[in-house]
Nanobody, 115 residues
């Protein structure tokens, strides 16, 4: 399964971006789709948000109220609307999904927050 993330870029603090992730396989067969991020110097990816097959969402405390995850099964895509960006939101954002007991990851899209 291939996951293609896009939509990253340079944004000023307080700004917003819409990230997209499109899968090569139908996402309706993935129990959960998620977004993680890895900031410069961090060893591990940090959980950001996930959405289940039936649309239940979950967010990291750091992004609650500012980020929104959604999915479009017809387009095999999952989205992350990120708003009121802070400098600490700067990171490479990765999407993932779960098929046949295996987690698959996209290549990441860079979000830079700078004035």
């Amino acid at each position: 399964v291939q996951l293609q993330a896009s939509g990253g870029g340079l944004v000023q603090p307080g700004g917003s971006l819409n990230l997209s992730c499109t899968a090569s396989r139908t996402i309706s067969s993935s129990n959960v789709m998620g977004w993680y991020r890895q900031a410069p110097g961090q060893q591990q990816r940090e959980f950001v948000a996930r959405i289940t097959k039936i649309g239940i969402t979950d967010y990291a405390d750091a992004v609650k109220g500012r980020f929104t995850i959604s999915r479009d099964n017809n387009k095999n895509s999952v989205y992350l609307q990120i708003g009121r960006l802070k400098p600490e939101d700067a990171a490479v954002y990765f999407c993932n999904g779960h098929w046949d007991g295996i987690w698959y990851w996209g290549q990441g899209t860079q979000v830079t927050v700078s004035s």
